[in-house]
C-alpha cells in the first residue's frame, strides 16, 4: 500500500465500501435500465463501466484498509519446503519481511491511540467465530464414522475451519505472543528478504530469549548452505534432534550424504570420531586446547600455567616420537610421566649416538645403575624410591649437559616429589579423566589402529577438501564440563585450519601459485557455551580465509559471563557486521539494536476547538467558534528496546549490510513425511526429544497451514507426566510402570538405531 501522506487514516472504519456500492449500483441500473437515468442504452453503457471501473478502485482500497486492519490483529504463520525456499543465486534468505522506515513507525505510533482500539484488538464476535472454527476443524477430524449424508456436511466443515484467508472469520490463528502490530504496520509490503552472499564474510549474530525461533532460523539458514554446495559446519552445544534430521535430509537432498559427518557426544555408538588435538599449527596449540577450559582466575592461574606447561613439554615430546597426540595419551603420560621421559631421552640419545656423539652412552648408563645400586652416586632426595634406570637416566642427562628444551623439561619434571607434582597438576589431572572416560574418550581420543571400530575419524582440513557437512551435537545437558571442553577444542582446530587456508589455501602446491579458499559457513548455536578465548581471532580473522560465521545466543550477558569479561565480550560483538535480534528480555540486550538505529519524526494530530462569546458587543453576533487540528512533529528512535521486548515468536528485526533495517517473519520448515530421513536416524531422534525436549515447537499445535502431528513419542511422554502428577497410589503405581514402559522402548530404539550404524555408515562419511 503506497501513501504518500504525512498523515494516514488506515485505522477507521471502511467507508469507501458505501462508495463502492454507490457505484455499483449505478452501473447495475444504467445497464438493466437506462431510461430511468434518462440515458439512450449506448450511453448506459458507457456510464456503467465508468461508475463500475469507480467502485471497483474503491472496493480495492477499501480491501487494503480491511487487510492492514486483519494484519494488526492477527499473526501471520506460513510453513515452505527447506528445498524450496525462494532465494536467487548469489542471495541468502532470511525470511519474509519489509524494510522498516519512518513510516511504519508511524504507523505503531498511531496504532497506540485509544480511540482506533477496536481496528487492532479483536472483538468477542471475531474470537467467538475463531472458537468455532477450532471445534469446526476438531469435529472434521474426529475419527468416529458419520452417515454418508453427514459426512459431506463434515468435509465441507474442515474446509471452512482451514481455509487459509484473511476473509475466513473461521480460521484459527495461532497465539505467538508479543504484539502482532508490529509486523502489521508493513505486513502488506512484505516480500522475501535476502541479503548477499558475499557479504556474509563479516559474519551475523542471532540473538533471542529461549523458545523464540533461534534454533530454526539456523536450520534454514544451514539449509540454503547445503543446497549452495558450501562447507557447513553446525554446532549445537544442546542437540537439537529436528535439526540433525534436517541436515541429514537436505544433505541426502543435494546428493551431499556421503559427505556428511555425524559427531554427538550423546551418541557414541553412531557418532563419527574426532580427534580435537590432532591437527595444529604450532605445537604449542595442543597444551593450549587442552587447558583452555581449566579456572584461571584467583590462585587457579598459577595451577592452569603449569599444567599448560607441562602439557606442553609432553605434546612435544609425544610429536617427536611420533606419536598422534590425544587426550588419552595426554592424560597418560602427564600423569605418569616416567616411560615418555626415558622413551624421549633414549631416543636423544640414540641420535647423538649417531651423530658420533656419546657412543658409550649405553654403557655409562649401565655404570651408572650399578652405582645407583651399590649407593656411591649421588641420587636426589626426590628420587631416592624411583627405578634404578630411570635416575640413571637422570643423571647421565646431567652429566651429559645435552641442550634439548624438551629433554630439560622433562627431566625438571621427573625430578619433582611425587606428591608435589600431584599438587601442581590438580587441575588438570580430573579434567582429562572426564575427557577420556567411557564410550566419549573413545569418540574424542580415536584409536588410529584399532581394525575393529568402523566409525570414521575426521578432521577440519579433510572436511574442507571433501566439502563436506558435519553436525556437532555436544550434549551439554548431560556434562556442560565436557561439552565446553570438546566446543573450545574444536574451535581452535578450526583458527588454526582457517590460519593454513589464509597462507596458503587448499592446495599449498598449486602450479600457478593460485591460494584456493573453500567457502566455510559456520553456525554456532548456544555459542555462549563453546566461546572462549579463541572465538575472538575466529570472527575478527577468519573471513579473510573464506569463513562465514553465524552464531546464535540468548543475550549478550551470555557471552560476557561465559568469557569472564565485559572488554572481550564487547570486542566479540563488535565483530559481527549482522545482527538479527528476536525477542529478547533484557533491555540492554535489545538496547544493542535500539541504540543503532537513527531518530525519526513521526506526526502527531491534535484536535482542537473552542468558543468565544460576543453577545455583549452588540453587533448581532452572539457567539464564534472555531476548529483546528494542529500537526507537531516530535523525535523519536525508529526502533525502541520496547519494540524489542514484544516481538513474537518467530519474528525479529535485523540490521544487515550497514544499518539496513528490516523486519522479518521467520517461516517454519514444511518437514512432514520427508523420504530422505533414514529411520534409523528418526528412531534416534525419537529417543534425542524423549530426552532433551529442547526443540522449538512454537505454533506447531495451531499452524492451520498444515495438521502436523507433535512426534512419534510425544503422547506417550505426555500421558506419563499426567500420570505421575495422580494422588491415587495404585494409579502411581500404572504410571511408573508405564514410565519404565517408556524408557525400555527408548533403550530399544536407540539399541536399533546403533544396530543400523553398520548400514548408514556410508551415508554418514
Known amino acids: 500500500m503506497k501513501n504518500d501522506n504525512a498523515l494516514e487514516a488506515l485505522l477507521r472504519p471502511p467507508v469507501e465500501l458505501w462508495s463502492t456500492a454507490m457505484a455499483w449500483g449505478v452501473a447495475l441500473v444504467a445497464i438493466a435500465a437506462p431510461w430511468a437515468l434518462m440515458m439512450p442504452p449506448v450511453l448506459g453503457w458507457a456510464i ?39 532465494v536467487g543465486a548469489g542471495e541468502y534468505y532470511l525470511g519474509q519481511g519489509f524494510e522498516w522506515t519512518q513510516q511504519h513507525t508511524q504507523r505503531k505510533r498511531d496504532a497506540t491511540r485509544t480511540d482506533v482500539e477496536r481496528f487492532v484488538r479483536p472483538e468477542p464476535r471475531e474470537l467467538a467465530l475463531r472458537k468455532m472454527g477450532v471445534q ?39 497465539d505467538l505472543g508479543g504484539s502482532p502490530i508490529l509486523h502489521g504496520v508493513g505486513a502488506l509490503a512484505e516480500r522475501p528478504i535476502t541479503m548477499r552472499q558475499s557479504s556474509r564474510t563479516g559474519h551475523m549474530i542471532v540473538l533471542g530469549t529461549t523458545r523464540v525461533g533461534k534454533t530454526r532460523m539456523l536450520e534454514m539458514l544451514a539449509t540454503q548452505d547445503i543446497h549452495a554446495g558450501h562447507v557447513t559446519i553446525v554446532i549445537d552445544p544442546k542437540g537439537d534432534a529436528d535439526l540433525m534430521l534436517r541436515l541429514y535430509a537436505e544433505a541426502q537432498r543435494a546428493g551431499r550424504a556421503d559427505q556428511f559427518y555425524l559427531f554427538h557426544l550423546g551418541y557414541p555408538d553412531i557418532s563419527a570420531r574426532y580427534n580435537g588435538i590432532g591437527n595444529f599449527s604450532r605445537i604449542t596449540e595442543l597444551a593450549g586446547r587442552a587447558t583452555n577450559a581449566l579456572p584461571s582466575s584467583g590462585n587457579s592461574a598459577a595451577f592452569k600455567e603449569f599444567s599448560w606447561r607441562f602439557t606442553n613439554i609432553v605434546a612435544q615430546a609425544q610429536v617427536a616420537l611420533g606419536r598422534v597426540p590425544t587426550y588419552e595419551t595426554l592424560l597418560a603420560d602427564v600423569t605418569g610421566i616416567d616411560p615418555l621421559f626415558m622413551d624421549y631421552a633414549m631416543m636423544i640419545f640414540r641420535a647423538k649416538s649417531a651423530e658420533g656423539q656419546f657412543t658409550d652412552f649405553q654403557d655409562r648408563l649401565e655404570h651408572l645403575a650399578g652405582l645407583i645400586e651399590k649407593k656411591k652416586a649421588p641420587v636426589p632426595r626426590s628420587l631416592a624410591d624411583r627405578p634404578v634406570e630411570l635416575v640413571a637416566m637422570f643423571l647421565l642427562i646431567k652429566e651429559a649437559r645435552i641442550v634439548d628444551k624438551v629433554l630439560t623439561g622433562l627431566a625438571a619434571a621427573f625430578s ?38 568402523k566409525r ?33 577444542s574444536m574451535l581452535a582446530d578450526l583458527v588454526s585450519v582457517g590460519g593454513k587456508l589464509y597462507k596458503s589455501g587448499l592446495d599449498p ?12 559457513c559456520c553456525h554456532f548455536d548456544e555459542v555462549n557455551e563453546i566461546c572462549g ?34 572488554a572481550k565480550a564487547g570486542q ?34 491534535t484536535p482542537m476547538s473552542g468558543v468565544s462569546d460576543t ?15 494542529i500537526v507537531t512533529t516530535t523525535k523519536v528512535a525508529m526502533i525502541e528496546a520496547a519494540d524489542v521486548l514484544e516481538l513474537p515468536q518467530g519474528q525479529a528485526f535485523a540490521l544487515l549490510e550497514g544499518n539496513r533495517r528490516f523486519k522479518l517473519r521467520i517461516p517454519l520448515a514444511d518437514t512432514a513425511n520427508d523420504p530422505f530421513v533414514p529411520e534409523s536416524l528418526k528412531k534416534v531422534a525419537t529417543d534425542m526429544k524423549a530426552r532433551y525436549r529442547t526443540s522449538e515447537q512454537w505454533a506447531r499445535e495451531t499452524d492451520w497451514l498444515g495438521n502436523q502431528p507433535l512426534g512419534a513419542n510425544a503422547t506417550g511422554v505426555i500421558d506419563t507426566n499426567l500420570a505421575f502428577g495422580e494422588e491415587d497410589e495404585s494409579e502411581a503405581e500404572s504410571s511408573e510402570a508405564a514410565h519404565a514402559g517408556t524408557e525400555a522402548r527408548s533403550a530399544a530404539q536407540t539399541v536399533e538405531a546403533n544396530t543400523a550404524f553398520t548400514e548408514m555408515a556410508g551415508g554418514l562419511g
Open 136 to 174: 469446526l476443524r476438531e469435529w472434521a477430524t474426529s475419527a468416529p464414522e458419520l452417515p454418508a449424508k453427514l459426512k459431506a456436511v463434515k468435509k465441507v466443515a474442515g474446509v471452512i475451519a482451514n481455509y487459509d484467508s484473511w476473509i475466513n472469520p473461521f480460521q484459527a490463528h495461532a
Open 416 to 453: 619433582y616429589e611425587r606428591s608435589f607434582y600431584e599438587k601442581i597438576i590438580a587441575s588438570l589431572g580430573p579434567f582429562l579423566e572426564k575427557l577420556t572416560s567411557g564410550a566419549v574418550g573413545k569418540l574424542i581420543s580415536p584409536d588410529y589402529f584399532d581394525p575393529d571400530d
Open 48 to 86: 456503467a463501466i465508468l461508475a463500475g471501473y469507480f467502485g471497483w478502485v474503491r472496493c480495492k482500497q477499501a480491501i487494503e484498509i480491511l487487510r492492514y486492519q486483519h494484519g494488526m490483529k492477527y499473526y501471520k504463520v506460513t510453513k515452505v519446503a527447506p528445498h524450496k525456499i525462494p
Open 533 to 566: 578465548p579463541e572465538f575472538v581471532p575466529m570472527v575478527n580473522k577468519l573471513g579473510g580465509s573464506g569463513f562465514r560465521i553465524t552464531a546464535y545466543t540468548q543475550s549478550m550477558f551470555d557471552i560476557e559471563a561465559k568469557v569472564g569479561d565485559k
Open 615 to 629: 453577545a455583549a458587543e452588540g453587533t448581532g453576533v452572539d457567539f464564534t467558534s472555531r476548529n483546528n487540528d
Open 572 to 605: 566479540i560483538l563488535d565483530n559481527f557486521n549482522h545482527l538479527v535480534m528476536l525477542r529478547v528480555r533484557s533491555v540492554t540486550t535489545a538496547n544493542l539494536l535500539a541504540e543503532q538505529v537513527p531518530q525519526v519524526d513521526v506526526v502527531h494530530l
Open 456 to 488: 570414521p575419524i575426521f578432521d577440519w582440513m579433510t572436511v574442507m577438501r571433501q566439502g563436506g557437512i558435519v553436525y556437532v551435537g555436544l550434549d551439554a545437558l548431560s556434562d556442560a564440563v565436557v561439552s565446553s571442553a570438546v566446543g573450545n
Open 509 to 520: 602446491h598449486h602450479p600457478e601459485g593460485k591460494i584456493i579458499l573453500p567457502t566455510v
